[in-house]
């Protein structure tokens, strides 16, 4: 059976919105550990493209930093930084 879930997000897009409302309203029981990469942009202060797609944010709702934030407010373990995200899903699991 599914012990957990782990989610890997990125800057742009809301899907990781649907998520986080999905685990607020009981729709997803299981513990979630997520991180939104992307957070080096929020450092810019410029449009700044990342990944093999070229994703960016288009608003500030878009950022990795506001769906991180938004993922921890839900319910979901999100660690401060990338580096503690993999120590974050074995403590969880």
């Known amino acids: 059976s599914i ?3 782990v989610l890997l997000g990125e800057v742009g897009g809301r899907e990781e919105y649907d998520v986080a ?3 607020a309203d009981g729709r997803i029981t299981k513990p979630v550990v997520a991180w939104c990469c992307g957070t080096a ?3 810019f202060d410029y449009d700044v493209q990342f990944g093999h ?3 960016r944010a288009h608003g500030s ?3 990795a930093g506001a769906k991180n934030s938004a993922l921890a407010k839900s319910g979901a373990h999100v660690p401060r930084n990338f580096d ?3 120590d974050l ?3 969880v699991y």
Do not use: L
Request: no cysteine; hydrophobic share 50%.
């Open 3 to 5: 012990k957990m879930m």
């Open 21 to 23: 409302n999905a685990i």
């Open 41 to 43: 942009a929020e450092a």
């Open 53 to 55: 797609a070229g994703a």
């Open 61 to 63: 709702e878009e950022t």
């Open 84 to 86: 503690e995200y993999g």
């Open 89 to 91: 899903i074995a403590a």
